[in-house]
């Protein structure tokens, strides 16, 4: 149950408004167009912000939470607790209306590598960090293991979708040029995602939550990737070149000294045979 609400809680805080895809109608008077343009919001940065929201009640909760965990002084023992918490985020990990899930397994594991690596901290502190941190990564580790081994019935449900909807007449057109096997894959099964839950969400408010993430998170992920990628190798191979050049010049300029020493000797002995 305290699963369940926690969440809820966090997948509650990046609930889209209905607005933000709707395009602006041509025929609405001016006055009313220059007060949307006001009411204008980048959807970056709302997207964005909902995210980190997020992310900020979730790190805010497991922090609190793992406080209690090694306090001495409450009275309430948070530790079989905190076990069962994890074991739910275990369960939950995979099931499409808990995409929250991720997130709070991806701060906890950051968090249990700073107590463990913390040598201030208790050694019975860090044994548990280290204990649930293995927990947690050989549980991911296996369901990747065995979601790859299902790639062939993961084609083979695409392909009935697919059949299906070319007998309703209902396939979208989607542009998949440029996408390789993979790519189109998780495109398309993302898609099916989203109808699923948006079907779901007219019964139970919560699937649309859940649903406002996958579409936040899928969004930032796509928008802050390319900006943390690493710098092109061309500005170090031209500072290389530049350092090689002036390497050489500074080589180069000795010799030429060099060769102007012995030009001048050379001159001094014949002017001295002369005289």
Aim: overall charge negative; hydrophobic content about 30%.
């Amino acid at each position: 149950m305290l699963t369940a609400l926690v969440l809820q809680l966090v997948q509650s805080v990046v609930t889209l408004p209905e607005t933000l895809c709707k395009s602006q109608d041509k025929d609405k008077g001016k006055d009313q167009t220059e007060s949307e343009s006001k009411k204008h919001v980048d959807k970056d940065l709302l997207i964005i912000s909902k995210y980190e929201a997020a992310i900020s009640v979730g790190g805010t909760f497991l922090t609190s939470f793992l406080n209690k965990c090694r306090s001495r002084s409450e009275e309430v023992d948070f530790r079989p607790l905190f076990e069962n918490f994890v074991h739910d985020l275990l369960t939950t990990v995979n099931k499409p209306e808990w995409p929250a899930t991720e997130l709070l397994l991806s701060l906890l594991g950051t968090m249990l590598v700073k107590y463990m690596s913390d040598k201030s901290m208790e050694m019975s502190v860090r044994v548990a960090s280290l204990e649930y941190l293995g927990l947690v990564a050989s549980r991911l580790r296996r369901d990747s293991v065995s979601s790859r081994a299902k790639l062939s019935s993961m084609d083979a449900v695409v392909r009935d979708i697919r059949a299906e909807e070319e007998k309703d007449g209902s396939q979208p057109q989607y542009l998949t040029s440029g996408l390789d096997e993979d790519e189109e894959r998780t495109e398309f099964l993302q898609r099916v995602l989203l109808d699923y839950l948006a079907i779901n969400g007219q019964k139970d408010q919560a699937w649309n939550c859940a649903r406002h993430f996958y579409i936040t998170q899928w969004y930032r992920d796509m928008v802050v990737q390319p900006k943390s990628s690493s710098p092109t190798k061309r500005p170090k191979n031209k500072n290389k070149r530049k350092y090689k050049d002036e390497s050489s010049e500074e080589e180069s300029d000795p010799d030429d000294d060099s060769d102007s020493g012995m030009k001048e000797s050379k001159s001094d002995r014949k002017h001295a045979s002369s005289a």
